[in-house]
């Protein structure tokens, strides 16, 4: 089983800036990829970045250029620093890791989600 903590959010004025944490721990073997989802009310849940191991990270269009996420490989931690923070981009912000555990004889996929953190931008 992989349990995911997440730290760093809060209330910060337009302009801005937060940074998002992510620790997973668990019986992981291999992380595939780690990814920030965020989800305002009344909007479906929306991938905001992602960083695959060994591939390109993601950035959706609306956060490009003012958010940046980053991984420690050795603490299976994931990181989005955000900059530049609009009241648009106000939500619950969710963790996402991918990958595989192990245990003595198996292994198995998993697809864990962090518990959510509040970003809330002012105006």
């Known amino acids: 089983q992989v349990q995911l903590v997440e730290s760093g959010g809060g209330l910060v004025q337009a302009g801005g800036s937060l940074r998002l944490s992510c620790a997973a721990s668990?019986?992981?073997?291999?992380?595939?990829?780690m990814g920030w989802y965020r989800q305002a009310p009344g909007n479906q849940r929306e991938l905001v970045a992602s960083?695959?191991?060994?591939?390109?990270?993601y950035y959706a269009d609306s956060v490009k250029g003012r958010f940046t996420i980053s991984r420690d490989y050795a603490k299976n931690t994931l990181y989005l620093q955000m900059n530049s923070l609009k009241p648009e981009d106000t939500a619950v912000y969710y963790c996402?890791?991918?990958?595989?555990?192990?245990?003595?004889?198996?292994?198995?996929?998993?697809?864990?989600w962090g518990q959510g953190t509040q970003v809330t931008v002012s105006s």
């Open positions: 996402n890791v991918i990958g595989l555990t192990t245990t003595e004889t198996t292994r198995a996929s998993f697809n864990s």
């Open positions: 668990g019986s992981i073997f291999r992380i595939n990829a």
């Open positions: 960083i695959p191991t060994g591939g390109r990270t």
